[in-house]
């Protein structure tokens, strides 16, 4: 598990970096309403792939490793190439349809986009499921490095627009598919494979509630934060923004686990030890990750007016719960990935629900009483819900048990990096920061020297290549 860890950290991290650069690229050549025509369409495409095709690559990945030959895998990556023609089509009609109602900008773009990035999910999920994770980051890599360099040269050298720019991400995917296609070796795979309408069955069934966790998650999204924009107004929510961006540094970290967490889990699906290894790699998740969230926080608060300025001081106080936020979201995450071992995937849905229900009744509730900080108490204590609700029914189909005294240390640290934000003097910061570090390393002592020895390895095997 550690090598994929090192695989997707050096994947994600490359192309959230070039992504990032694009940024002040965009809002430099594009007016405003341009990029923000631009930044919906590409969420709203997204989603609308996940809707459509009912996030069918995790199924392929999830279904792939239930078998042991090359041959029964195939079986699985035909049956569900097969089951994504009558999805693109319905998808496909549905937009049609869809554009006589509602003006759709760039319509050829927008169709050529969502396609290519359908087969791509797709394709990405079919070379996790041949346990390929050099070629599933490189795609991904290479994908994002077509796009940002064509992007910059039709917006920066041609003064092109938002049409250009999604011909850009649809070349980029094309160019990751190609690589694909290339290296999984998919049509001679589709020549010997069969399509098996169970598995396909299956697979519909199991991610059928994947879709209706991921239409729950989108609409708290906007519910939330259309309710604070109407209540609270523009300013407020931009504080929320700057806050929110430092929590999103947590789920990408959080991401990188649990794709590699993901595989790991399914191969051990049918395990006679399964139980163990799950309960210690979990316990093994939440005391590196749980520490390492109050270190951050109190960084943060060290080097916030430097990073953001002080203009946007009140944004401030909101930077605590929004990571810690982000932790429990992850949790929650690597919990439910459990429910696709055992096949459950029902829960996802039903648990995130009982989530919203909360969320949405404490936002409401507390927006009068405590303002912009509402959204961060709902969304804690949402996914705090989510993530022992899970906890309870995952623990029904097996015998996981969490660390207590973990738990109570994450507990007692968070509480330790909120003082600074109390008491901010340089003293508090530095002393905080010292007796965290502290904790972390005398907890994780274990996974740092073994995580030393194994960059060692890795760099005496790159020194004897070389």
Same mark, same amino acid.
Request: glycine share 4%; hydrophobic share 55%.
């Given at each position: 598990?550690?090598?994929?860890?090192?695989?997707?950290?050096?994947?994600?991290?490359?192309?959230?970096?070039?992504?990032?650069?694009? +940024?002040?690229?965009?809002?430099?050549?594009?007016?405003?309403?341009?990029?923000?025509?631009?930044?919906?369409? @590409?969420?709203?495409?997204?989603?609308?792939?996940?809707?459509?095709?009912?996030?069918?690559?995790?199924?392929?990945?999830?279904?792939?490793?239930?078998?042991?030959?090359?041959?029964?895998?195939?079986?699985?990556?035909?049956?569900?190439?097969?089951?994504?023609?009558?999805?693109?089509?319905?998808?496909?009609?549905?937009?049609?349809?869809?554009?006589?109602?509602?003006?759709?900008?760039?319509?050829?773009? !927008?169709?050529?986009?969502?396609?290519?990035?359908?087969?791509?999910?797709?394709?990405?999920?079919?070379?996790?499921?041949?346990?390929?994770?050099?070629?599933?980051?490189?795609?991904?890599?290479?994908?994002?490095?077509?796009?940002?360099?064509?992007?910059?040269?039709?917006?920066?050298?041609?003064?092109?627009?938002?049409?250009?720019?999604?011909?850009?991400?649809?070349?980029?995917?094309?160019?990751?598919?190609?690589?694909?296609?290339?290296?999984?070796?998919?049509?001679?795979?589709?020549?010997?494979?069969?399509?098996?309408?169970?598995?396909?069955?299956?697979?519909?069934?199991?991610?059928?509630?994947?879709?209706?966790?991921?239409?729950?998650?989108? %609409?708290?999204?906007?519910?939330?934060?259309?309710?604070?924009?109407?209540?609270?107004?523009?300013?407020?929510?931009?504080?929320?923004?700057?806050?929110?961006?430092?929590?999103?540094?947590?789920?990408?970290?959080?991401?990188?686990?649990?794709?590699?967490?993901?595989?790991?889990?399914?191969?051990?699906?049918?395990?006679?030890?399964?139980?163990?290894?799950?309960?210690?790699?979990?316990?093994?998740?939440?005391? %590196?990750?749980?520490?390492?969230?109050?270190?951050?926080?109190?960084?943060?608060?060290? !080097?916030?007016?430097?990073? +953001?300025?002080?203009?946007?001081?009140?944004?401030?106080?909101?930077?605590?719960?929004?990571?810690?936020?982000?932790?429990?979201?992850?949790?929650?995450?690597?919990?439910?990935?459990?429910?696709?071992?055992?096949?459950?995937?029902?829960?996802?849905?039903?648990?995130?629900?009982?989530?919203?229900?909360?969320?949405? &009744?404490?936002?409401?509730?507390?927006?009068?009483?405590?303002?912009?900080?509402?959204?961060?108490?709902?969304?804690?204590?949402?996914?705090?819900?989510?993530?022992?609700?899970?906890?309870? +029914?995952?623990?029904?189909?097996?015998?996981?048990?969490?660390?207590?005294?973990? @738990?109570?240390?994450?507990?007692?640290?968070?509480?330790?990096?909120?003082?600074?934000? &109390?008491?901010?003097?340089?003293?508090?910061?530095?002393?905080?920061? +010292?007796?965290?570090?502290?904790?972390?390393?005398?907890?994780?002592?274990?996974?740092?020297?073994?995580?030393?020895?194994?960059?060692?390895?890795?760099?005496?095997?790159?020194?004897?290549?070389?």
């Amino acid at each position: 598990m550690l090598n994929k860890l090192f695989i997707y950290s050096a994947g994600i991290f490359f192309s959230k970096v070039l992504v990032f650069f694009l +940024i002040p690229i965009y809002t430099h050549y594009l007016a405003p309403g341009e990029y923000g025509y631009y930044d919906v369409l @590409i969420s709203t495409m997204q989603l609308l792939v996940s809707v459509a095709f009912i996030e069918v690559w995790n199924g392929v990945l999830r279904y792939m490793f239930d078998y042991e030959y090359f041959s029964e895998k195939c079986n699985v990556v035909k049956s569900v190439l097969y089951m994504t023609v009558p999805l693109l089509a319905f998808m496909l009609c549905g937009l049609l349809l869809i554009s006589f109602i509602i003006e759709i900008r760039y319509f050829s773009q !927008t169709i050529l986009y969502i396609i290519s990035y359908a087969f791509l999910q797709t394709l990405q999920g079919v070379a996790r499921g041949f346990e390929q994770n050099r070629l599933y980051v490189l795609s991904g890599v290479a994908a994002t490095l077509a796009s940002c360099i064509l992007s910059i040269y039709f917006v920066v050298f041609l003064g092109k627009g938002i049409p250009f720019i999604l011909g850009a991400l649809v070349a980029g995917n094309l160019v990751a598919l190609v690589i694909l296609v290339n290296e999984l070796h998919i049509i001679d795979l589709l020549k010997n494979a069969v399509v098996d309408y169970a598995i396909c069955k299956e697979i519909f069934i199991f991610c059928l509630p994947l879709l209706l966790n991921t239409i729950a998650y989108t %609409f708290l999204d906007i519910f939330d934060k259309n309710y604070l924009l109407d209540k609270l107004g523009e300013e407020e929510i931009a504080y929320y923004a700057v806050a929110s961006k430092f929590a999103a540094i947590i789920a990408v970290i959080a991401s990188i686990y649990q794709l590699a967490w993901q595989e790991y889990s399914f191969r051990y699906a049918n395990s006679e030890n399964k139980d163990e290894i799950y309960t210690l790699s979990v316990n093994t998740y939440l005391k %590196f990750m749980g520490l390492s969230i109050p270190i951050s926080v109190v960084l943060v608060s060290l !080097t916030f007016d430097f990073l +953001i300025g002080v203009a946007y001081r009140p944004a401030h106080v909101l930077v605590p719960l929004a990571m810690l936020t982000a932790f429990i979201a992850s949790v929650s995450g690597v919990l439910g990935n459990l429910f696709a071992v055992i096949k459950k995937s029902q829960y996802y849905f039903a648990t995130t629900l009982v989530g919203a229900a909360v969320n949405v &009744v404490l936002l409401v509730m507390l927006t009068p009483v405590i303002s912009i900080q509402a959204i961060n108490v709902a969304l804690f204590t949402g996914f705090l819900v989510i993530a022992i609700y899970r906890f309870r +029914i995952v623990s029904r189909y097996m015998n996981l048990l969490l660390n207590k005294q973990i @738990i109570q240390t994450i507990c007692f640290t968070s509480l330790i990096s909120f003082l600074p934000y &109390v008491y901010p003097t340089l003293l508090m910061h530095l002393s905080s920061l +010292i007796f965290l570090l502290a904790i972390w390393y005398y907890t994780n002592r274990d996974i740092f020297k073994f995580l030393l020895k194994a960059v060692k390895i890795k760099l005496m095997n790159y020194a004897r290549i070389k």
